[in-house]
């Protein structure tokens, strides 16, 4: 057995779920989960009406499908990649972007395939983080350095903060933009000057843009690591590599459909262990995802009905609970009265709404735990649950608080 097993951490929802256990709702309303960002709003009409199409179905099943994905599912991506992220020299479908099963997977195994095991160094992880690029870097060898995102930096990564002999070490970092679970959004300022550490140091980007069409602004999308490549005249987006997904962007979690994109020499080397790794996606999802990536009048309905839950639950919660509203993503991610394991037990017997600790979301690191006193709460149920989560709350807030 791969003794690396043995230094990952439990999941936060395993946690959640040890946390939980016997413990009982005072409430007698039915539970609703802010807990788990899995998106419910409805996938699209005519992406469900494409998965009934019988010759589609046949084609899917009666074929092996090419990990390298289809000439016409890249071309999509590129299409979409070059035009949202304003691309000065468009992506090449053949040498620059390959299909995932989601990002999950990708971000996982890119840094399998990256790490030199005889070499191992240093994985920069923002702080909190998503559990995976920590498992990521662990299995692989790499020694995980957390960077801690926290109000006084407005939630990003203070790289002025970062000392040089910890560039020099650094084999591979992880960023999310928008953050999960902060929203903060990384300026072009802030991702170019990563670039230039990467140039500088040799180390590589792997930028989870998971959130990226989830924002409040229509006039201002958040920008992307390619993008801000390039904007340096960086056209070959050396040591920068990024990664989205259909899961939040067009509701469709459970069709494990994303992209890996950028660096040609890393995609070329990452498409060789991916082959050996079994990792391509299934021909039908392949053709949904064609059509989906082509489409954006679904995700700008996407995004709209997210802005409405945010100013409801935002609007509710105010008298009592004050939230910062994220620039982009769907998580709250405020401060508890409580203590945040104390402050989630609480919330389930009084309320019946499951939310996460934010410290099974981040580690100790030096300056504390960032997501200590702290939830993460995704709005992600429909429109009618999360204004009656936000009530309850408002209406149990003192038995709450006081717990």
């Not at 300026?187 to 959130?211: G, H, M, N, R, T």
Request: hydrophobic letters at 35%.
């Amino acid at each position: 057995m791969n003794p690396r097993l043995e230094s990952l951490f439990p999941y936060p929802f395993q946690r959640l779920g040890q946390l939980l256990a016997g413990v009982e709702s005072h409430s007698n309303k039915a539970p609703i989960a802010w807990s788990l960002g899995e998106p419910k709003h409805a996938a699209p009409d005519f992406l469900v009406q494409l998965m009934q199409d019988e010759t589609i179905l046949r084609r899917g099943f009666g074929a092996y499908p090419p990990t390298k994905g289809t000439p016409e599912l890249r071309q999509a991506i590129a299409s979409f990649v070059n035009q949202r992220f304003n691309l000065s020299t468009g992506l090449d479908p053949e040498t620059q972007i390959l299909p995932a099963n989601g990002t999950r997977e990708a971000l996982f195994a890119l840094a399998q395939a990256l790490v030199d095991p005889t070499d191992p160094g240093l994985c920069l992880l923002p702080n909190p983080f998503y559990q995976i690029y920590e498992g990521a870097a662990l299995l692989a060898g790499n020694q995980p350095h957390y960077i801690n995102c926290e109000a006084k930096n407005e939630y990003l990564p203070d790289l002025d903060g970062i000392a040089s002999k910890i560039w020099q070490q650094c084999r591979l970092i992880y960023i999310c933009s928008p953050g999960n679970p902060t929203g903060a959004v990384m300026p072009k300022s802030q991702l170019k000057q990563l670039i230039e550490l990467a140039q500088q140091y040799d180390f590589v980007i792997a930028a989870d843009e998971c959130y990226s069409e989830i924002y409040r602004d229509e006039s201002s999308p958040p920008p992307g690591l390619l993008e801000a490549a390039s904007e340096l005249g960086l056209d070959d987006y050396k040591n920068c590599i990024a990664f989205n997904s259909l899961s939040k962007r067009s509701n469709l979690p459970g069709v494990r459909s994303g992209y890996v994109v950028g660096d040609a020499n890393i995609i070329e080397k990452f498409l060789l262990y991916r082959t050996y790794h079994g990792s391509a996606m299934p021909l039908h999802h392949q053709i949904l995802s064609t059509a989906a990536w082509q489409d954006e009048d679904h995700v700008v309905t996407n995004r709209q009905r997210y802005r409405e839950k945010f100013d409801q639950v935002c609007n509710i919660l105010e008298p009592v609970w004050p939230q910062q509203m994220p620039e982009a993503g769907f998580f709250l991610w405020p401060e508890t009265p409580l203590s945040d394991t104390d402050f989630t037990i609480s919330l389930i017997r009084h309320t019946n709404v499951k939310v996460l600790p934010g410290s099974y979301l981040s580690r100790d690191a030096t300056g504390g735990n960032p997501g200590a006193n702290r939830v993460r709460m995704a709005l992600v149920a429909n429109f009618d649950e999360c204004i009656e989560a936000a009530n309850r709350i408002v209406q149990s807030w003192q038995a709450i608080s006081e717990a």
